[in-house]
Structures are given as C-alpha cells and as structure tokens.
C-alpha cells in the first residue's frame, strides 16, 4: 500500500517535470522563431511579432 502511494507520487512528479519541460522548450522555440520573423522584418516598422509569456 504505502510502496504504492510512493510509485504513484514519483510518476505524478516526472510526468509534471516532463510537461515544464516541453512547456519550457515550447516557448523556448517560439521566441526564436518571433526573433528570425522580426528580424527578417526589421526594416518594416508595421511588422512586429510579440509574445506575451
């Protein structure tokens, strides 16, 4: 019961871990990619890619 109680925790814990993660390298991924876009753009004012994180 209790060694139980223990596995599920550790697995909560490493599928949380694993999401921050993705989520981390998500966002990661898309600020260079708003970075190349605005940089591809630079001498147009009108075009300017932000992201709220």
Do not use: D, F, P
């Not at 019961?1 to 998500?26: C, D, F, H």
């Not at 991924?29 to 970075?35: D, G, H, R, V, Y």
């Amino acid at each position: 019961m209790e060694e139980e109680k223990l596995l599920r925790k550790k697995n909560r814990l490493a599928t949380q871990a694993k999401r921050q993660v993705s989520k981390t390298s998500g966002t990661l991924a898309a600020q260079q990619k708003i970075a190349n876009v605005n940089k591809r753009y630079k001498n147009s004012t009108k075009i300017k890619v932000t992201v709220n994180l």
